[in-house]
DNA sequence: CTGAAAGCGCTTACAG
DNA sequence: CTGAAAGCGCTTACAG
C-alpha cells in the first residue's frame, strides 16, 4: 500500500479510502490510485485491515461439522457457502469427527484467524467453551443439532416428527416388529429419530421390542452386521428404520446380500444417492440439507449485523419419499 | 495480549514467547502468563501474528473445488483437511462451478486472507493470474487437473489409462458400440477420458461412431436425456462408457426407467454410493479421491517448507472394479 | 533470560 | 476532500 501510495503520489489514507470504495475521494485520485494498484500488482491485506478497522470484520466465517465429506454436511456446507458468498464471505470448513475435543479445537483455530461467526454442527455435550468467543464478538449458530449449555440460534430438522412418519408409514402398511438403527442416542438427532420411533409405536398401541433397538452403529460396517444379525436371529423385524445416510446404506448391502430386499420393508432418514434406482426403490424421509445451511447463514449473518432478539428455533420438515422399500407388506 | 502481561506482571515480549511456546522463558514466568492467559480467556490473535512474524505465515490454506457438495470434491476436501489437520493448518474452502471469474476470486479472495497456499481444482484454462500470488509467496497446487500457463506441482488421476481400461474391458466383452458421454470437452479430465476412449478403440481396430459420443452433459438431467435418446434411436449402443460420477448416476437411473439395465452394458470413471447394490452392480473405474487431496497437500507444505526444486506431476492410477454392469455381453 | 522500542499493513479520528 | 499521526495485536532484533 505505500508502495502504491508512492507511485500514486497521494497518502496512505487515499489509497485506503479508494481500496475500500469511499466515494468521497476526488475522480482524478482515484484513478491514479488504480492506476498504480493496476501496476504495481498490489493485494488488499485482509486480515491487517480487519486488525483496525471499526467493526473488526473479517470477511470469513467458520464450519465445523461431523465430517466434510460426508454427502449430507457437505451439502450443509454448500447452502452456506451459497449465502456467504453473495457478501463476499469466506468459509473455513473442519471436521470435528464427532470428538468434543476436535470441535473445541476447531472453534479456537476459527476464533484465532479473526472469523465473524461459526456455523456448528454440534459434536460435543457442552458449549459454553463457545460464550468467550461469543464475548469477543464472534456469532454462533447450530445447526442439524442444538448446542448445549448456550443460548444460540439454530436450525432443525424436525427429527422426532420425520421419524415418526417414517415409522408410522410402515405400522400402516402392516407391520408390528419394525427394527432401529441407530447412531449415538447422544446425539441429538438419533436421540430425537429414536423418540419419533417410539412415539409411532405408541399412537397405535404397538409395544416397541428393546432387542429390535439398535445404537451407536457409528463404524463404517456397525449398520451391516446388525441388519445382519436382527434378519439371521429369532424373531426378525418385518421392517427395518434406519435412522441416518450412512446407516440405510449399509443396512441396504446387507438386506441385498441376504436376498431380503423384496421381503423386509425399508424407510431411512436421509435421502440417498441412487436411492431411485436400487431395488426396491429407497422409501426415504428426506432432509434437505442446502436449505438446512442457507438458513443457519441467513441467522448468522443477521446477528453479525447486529441483530440482537431472542435466540431463534428454525424447524425444517423432513418430506416422507415413497419409493418401494417402505412399503412393502409383512411376510407374515 | 496486553491485559495478560500486565496481570503476570510481565512484558508484551515475554508473554509473546510463552505464547509461541519459545522454551527460553524462565519456567516460573512462563507458569505465570500461562495462568493469567486462563484467568483472562485470552485468544491469540494468529493474524496479527502473521503480519509481523518472520515467515509470514497464517497456518491457513485455501481450497478451491468445482463444488464442496459434489462427493467426489468433498473427498478432496477431507484428504486435504487430514494433511493439514496433522500440522495444525485450517482449510479455507470454495466452490468455482466451473466458472473461471469465480476461481479468481476465490484465489484474490483467499489471498486477501493471507493464506499460505492454495490447492485447486482448475476452472479457468490461464491461470497466468497466480503468479502474482506466487511471487507474494503463496504456494500453489493443483489437483485433479492440471492449471495452464504455469508452472506448478499437480496431482492427477490417470484419466486417459483409466478410461482406455474401462473401454478396452468392454471390447473384451465383444461390444462393438460403445457411446461415450462426458462433460465439457474443454475439461482436462474429460479430454484424457476421451482420449482413453479413443486409443481403446485404436488398439482393437475398432471405428469410434461420432453419434455415439455425447459431450458436455453439464446439467443435472443431460446425461439421462443423452441416455435416453441414444437407446432409443436407431443404431444404439451395445455399451456405455459414463466418464464422471454424476454422469454415471443420470444414466443409471435413464436405463433403469427403459428396464435396459441388464442388456446395455456400463462402466463408469468414479466410484458411486450404492453402485454395488444396483442391479446389476456398476462395474466402474474408481479414483481415490481422498489420497488424491493428501497427496495434493503433502506437496503443497512441501513447497511451503521451502522446497523449491522443479516442478512435480504426480499421477495415480484408477482402478477397475467388475460389478456386473460391465460384464454384460452385447444383445446381438 | 527479559524488556523497551520499532514496525508488520492497514484504518481512522483529527486537523487543515 | 486530503494528509500526518496514532494505534489495532502482535513479533523481533537490540540492549541489558
Given amino acids: 500500500m505505500k508502495q502504491v501510495a508512492a507511485l500514486a503520489g497521494v497518502s496512505l489514507s487515499t489509497v485506503s479510502r479508494v481500496v475500500n470504495e469511499d466515494p468521497k475521494v476526488r ?12 501496476a504495481l500488482g498490489y493485494r488488499h491485506n485482509v486480515s ?4 483496525r478497522r471499526a467493526d473488526g470484520l473479517s470477511a470469513s466465517v467458520g464450519i465445523i461439522v461431523e465430517d466434510v465429506s460426508n454427502p449430507f454436511f457437505s451439502a450443509v456446507q454448500r447452502g452456506i457457502e451459497e449465502i456467504a458468498r453473495e457478501r463476499g464471505v469466506l468459509t473455513l470448513a473442519g471436521s470435528s469427527d464427532e470428538q468434543p475435543e476436535r470441535e473445541r479445537q476447531l472453534a479456537e ?41 448456550i443460548d444460540a440460534d439454530c436450525v432443525l430438522t424436525d427429527n ?64 451391516y452386521d446388525a441388519t445382519r444379525e436382527l434378519l439371521l436371529g429369532e424373531a426378525p423385524p418385518t421392517a427395518i428404520f434406519t435412522s441416518q445416510n450412512l446407516i440405510t ?6 438386506l441385498h446380500e441376504l436376498g431380503l430386499q423384496h421381503a423386509i420393508g425399508l424407510v431411512g432418514f436421509d435421502d440417498v444417492v441412487l436411492g431411485d434406482v436400487v431395488e426396491p426403490g429407497l422409501t426415504v424421509v428426506a432432509q434437505d440439507p442446502v436449505e438446512l445451511g442457507r438458513r ?20 425444517i420438515p423432513a418430506r416422507l419419499v415413497r419409493r418401494g422399500s417402505g412399503e412393502l407388506a409383512p411376510a407374515s
Fill in 27 to 38: 475522480a482524478d485520485l482515484a484513478a491514479r490510485v488504480r492506476d498504480a494498484v493496476g
Fill in 48 to 51: 491487517a485491515s480487519a486488525l
Fill in 249 to 254: 446404506i449399509d443396512a441396504v448391502r446387507a
Fill in 160 to 223: 422426532a416428527g420425520g421419524a415418526r412418519q417414517a415409522v408410522e408409514h410402515l405400522i400402516a402398511g402392516g407391520h408390528r416388529r419394525i427394527a432401529f438403527l441407530g447412531d449415538r442416542p447422544t446425539i441429538h438427532t438419533a436421540a430425537g429419530r429414536l423418540r419419533g420411533y417410539e412415539e409411532a409405536h405408541a399412537r397405535h398401541g404397538i409395544a416397541v421390542h428393546p432387542a429390535l433397538v439398535r445404537h451407536t452403529l457409528t463404524h463404517s460396517m456397525d449398520a
Fill in 296 to 315: 443457519a447463514a441467513v441467522l448468522l449473518f443477521a446477528r453479525i449485523d447486529g441483530d440482537d432478539g431472542p435466540s431463534q428455533e428454525v424447524v
Fill in 109 to 149: 483455530a476459527f476464533g484465532a484467524r479473526g472469523v465473524d461467526g461459526l456455523i456448528i454442527v454440534p459434536a460435543s455435550n457442552d458449549h459454553g467453551f463457545l460464550l468467550r468467543d461469543r464475548a469477543a464478538g464472534v456469532a454462533v449458530v447450530f445447526v442439524d443439532r442444538p448446542g448445549r449449555f
